[in-house]
């Protein structure tokens, strides 16, 4: 009985934790290469699954297709995200950057509601694997799509931050803007390319999250919160551990549900959240990009 | 000394004499659009406190508006009548509320600070959401008490409550130029400048910012206790995070530390986005569009604070073919 209990923690919360981990490290790519907290980021998501729906209703996407599909379309989506709020505003105080974002997240909400209505939509599952039983955990589809996908992200991302001139050009612009411009980098353009990551990122945990639950206009900002409290846990600095902090979230949220009340799982969840924030030693935003 | 009005003075009289012509001419049921209004520009003079004055973002305005209303609305049903005692018990248990929630999250930077408030909001809603037997749930809580002065019997109407909304807005506004212009909110506007120099010059930094962020959160739990007892109806969606977010934009759009300029803001733009109800669905979208083009436009004066038309005159002088 306690086990299948535990099966099914272990379930639900990769499931969600993949999720919540693709989003974390959108939203520490684009902190920390811009010092920018993207309230838009759950749109990021939201948008690139809505448009990733429609596509399979007017095409018959094979898997492949549909991979290659939402990444290109999330990487357009942050280069628009970024051009219409940091790109246009780059001097201006980070207050102001901040602002922006959250007005370019209404937008968007806008744009959802306008394009795709206010009803809650079902994306089909693109990527079907089968479930696996691994002893006395059991993965669902879902669950093991989602982790594939995030698994297979991190991955990548991870190599192409460490070995490629791109990637290391974005990890020199995020330990120091001034010296990495002194070195031939434009910060700008690290930048950019750090929004376009967080939309691939944001569209493949569109993926993941669209079969699981349904998409909705305004499920954004809860999506981008909990990427934010994982980022968070995860300690912004390496790709893997951000994301195993989204993972870390992802099971505390599905045992605290079965435990106590949805409700209440959310208010955990913030209270940890501003006791990380405020213990966690050296957090202090010091730089601001130049 | 003569009676000298400086310009911010001047402007805050004109703003305030033309929103009370509004309120005398305008007939009732349009001043129940404008009192939404009103409740929303009181959360953003709140925010003025914690951001103008202490340099400290919040985005728990709305949890504290909710805060004030509930615990308003609940006191009242145990003693009703009572206003007089029950409205500044209220509003003082907020100002200690919020200032011993700023305390610890004083030293956080402003990101951070901005999600640490935002889940002091989202705790309130949830926390709201559980305990429905008091407050119940997300269905609201029906208000049956109304404000009761002595002498004036019980508040009600919408006039009445636009006239209330503004006085109380008006003592803010005091408040925060008194306080701007006193030696604690010269302290608080070193600490917002450079947070490390004001403390080294032996200001209590964690101390002066717990009191501007208390004087927010007790003015926005003031706003909730008008709010909450002229709608007569109280549920978590009414200070839900978009109120704190919408405060937060008006604020920055207006310019943080501007006495009047993020009220007008507030008055202005709501009643221009209260207008486009005719536009639909396509509304989220058009508000969003006006924020985005209010804050560019704002960003865009700052970079140049030459008046443009100098620059325009120059660029078509004699000779040279206007684009």
């Known amino acids: 009985m306690v086990i299948q209990y535990l099966a099914q923690i272990v379930n639900s919360g990769l499931a969600l934790g993949a999720v919540y981990g693709l989003m974390a490290i959108g939203f520490a790519l684009i902190f920390n290469s811009s010092r920018l907290i993207n309230f838009a980021q759950g749109e990021l998501l939201l948008i690139g699954g809505l448009t990733l729906h429609s596509l399979t209703q007017a095409l018959h996407l094979p898997p492949l297709a549909a991979l290659a599909a939402a990444a290109i379309f999330g990487y357009l989506l942050g280069h628009a995200l970024y051009a219409s709020t940091l790109g246009v505003s780059i001097n201006a105080s980070p207050l102001r950057q901040l602002m922006l974002t959250v007005a370019a997240s209404l937008c968007w909400q806008g744009v959802a509601i306008v394009v795709w209505g206010k009803n ?46 791109t990637g290391r050009a974005i990890r020199a612009v995020s330990m120091n803007p001034v010296a990495a411009r002194l070195q031939g980098i434009r910060p700008g353009q690290c930048h950019a390319l750090s929004f376009a990551l967080a939309g691939v990122l ?59 009340s949805g409700e209440l799982k959310e208010t955990v969840t913030y209270i940890l959240l501003i006791g990380l924030l405020v213990l966690a030693p050296g957090k202090q935003e010091t730089a601001h990009p130049a | 000394m003569t009676l000298a009005i400086t310009k911010g003075a001047r402007n805050a009289l004109v703003f305030f004499a033309i929103l009370a012509t509004v309120g005398f001419f305008l007939p009732d049921y ?14 953003v003079l709140a ?23 509930y615990a308003s609305v609940i006191a009242h049903s145990h003693f009703p009548q009572a206003s007089v005692i029950v409205v500044p018990v209220v509003v003082l248990a907020a100002f200690g509320f919020a200032a011993a929630v700023s305390r610890p999250m004083e030293r956080l930077g402003e990101g951070f600070l901005a999600m640490a408030t935002l889940g002091v909001s989202l705790i309130f809603t949830n926390v709201v959401l559980t305990m429905g037997e008091v407050t119940g749930g997300s269905a609201g809580l029906m208000v049956d008490s109304r404000l009761y002065v002595p002498g004036l019997g019980e508040l009600s109407g919408d006039r009445t409550f636009f006239f209330l909304f503004l006085s109380v807005m008006a003592c803010g506004c005091w ?37 501007s962020f208390g004087l927010g959160g007790a003015v926005s739990a003031m706003a909730g206790v008008l709010h909450a007892h002229y709608g007569g109806f109280i549920n978590p969606e009414q200070f839900s995070l978009e109120l704190s977010l919408k405060a937060l934009l008006f604020l920055v759009i207006g310019g943080p530390g501007n006495l009047v300029r993020p009220l007008a803001a507030v008055m202005i733009l709501e009643t221009v986005m209260s207008g486009m109800q005719f536009l639909g669905e396509a509304r989220t979208l058009a508000h969003g569009l006006l924020l985005t083009a209010a804050l560019l436009a704002g960003y865009w004066r700052s970079i140049r604070p030459i008046p443009m038309l100098t620059i325009a005159a120059r660029s078509v002088a004699p000779g040279r073919k206007p684009m």
Do not use: W
């Not at chain 1, 696996?132 to 879902?142: A, C, E, P, Y």
């Not at chain 1, 799509?145 to 460490?162: D, E, G, H, I």
């Not at chain 1, 206009?217 to 790709?239: C, E, N, P, Q, R």
């Not at chain 2, 925010?47 to 508006?65: D, P, R, V």
């Open chain 2, 175 to 211: 408040m925060f130029a008194a306080l701007k212009d006193s030696r604690p909110g010269r302290a608080l506007l070193a600490c917002k400048d450079d947070p490390l120099a004001a403390s080294s010059c032996g200001i209590d930094r964690a101390a002066l910012r717990s009191l």
């Open chain 2, 30 to 43: 349009r001043l129940l659009v404008v009192n939404q209004h009103l409740f929303l520009a009181l959360n």
């Open chain 2, 47 to 69: 925010l003025n406190f914690c951001l103008g004055l202490g340099g400290q973002i919040s985005l728990a305005q709305g949890g504290m508006a909710g805060i004030g209303a």
């Open chain 1, 202 to 260: 944001a569209a493949m945990a569109a993926m993941a999250v669209g079969p699981q639950t349904m998409l909705r206009y305004d499920m954004g900002l809860g999506l981008g919160l909990k990427g934010f409290v994982a980022a968070t846990i995860g300690g912004y600095a390496s790709v893997p551990r951000v994301f195993l902090g989204g993972v870390a979230l992802g099971l505390a949220e599905a045992a605290l549900v079965l435990l106590l």
């Open chain 1, 120 to 165: 809650p939509v079902m994306l089909p599952q693109l990527l079907p694997l089968p479930p696996v039983r691994l002893g006395l955990v059991f993965l669902s589809q879902d669950t093991l799509t989602a982790l594939v996908l995030a698994l297979a992200s991190v991955f990548f991302l991870s190599a192409f931050l460490s070995s490629t001139r």
